[in-house]
């Protein structure tokens, strides 16, 4: 946990008021001393940092889930065809038609799962990672 939560009121208004004026490597050596992220001495508010992550994370984990199903089937067909018991076309035919007539099941599978946690942690980890990093240099 960083010192901030523990702070008074005044002395966080102070210590930011302090870090806006700062260079950044100062800022960044000011934040280090404190134990605080470098990035919440912005002159952005961190109320607005922490929106613009919420953003990120539910826009990758949107777009993740329009986008496992087919990867889950190009997966699997790959598996398959690798395990030889069938063809990638066959594969899919077959994988495709499972998922239409049973959704439920096909989203609770651990295949779907796996892949759709593994990119929806990707995704969110570069939209963050560049959100915090367009922060810091605003």
Not at 20 to 36: F, G, K, P
Not at 66 to 85: L, N, Y
Not at 97 to 123: D, E, I, R
Request: glycine fraction near 4%.
């Amino acid at each position: 946990y960083y010192r901030i939560m523990s702070m008074e009121k005044n002395d966080v208004e102070q210590l930011f008021a302090t870090s806006s004026s700062l260079s950044l490597t100062e800022r960044d050596r000011h934040a280090t001393i404190h134990n605080i992220p470098p990035f919440l001495g912005t002159n952005i508010s961190s109320s607005e940092l922490i929106m613009k992550l919420t953003g990120d994370v539910v826009v990758a984990f949107g777009v993740t889930l329009g986008i496992a199903p087919f990867m889950s089937v190009i997966d699997k067909s790959i598996v398959q065809r690798a395990a030889g018991t069938h063809t990638i076309v066959e594969s899919a035919c077959s994988s495709v038609t499972s998922m239409l007539q049973n959704p439920k099941t096909f989203v609770k599978s651990p295949a779907f799962l796996m892949m759709w946690g593994v990119y929806a942690a990707t995704y969110t980890t570069a939209n963050c990672l560049k959100t915090i990093l367009e922060h810091q240099e605003n």
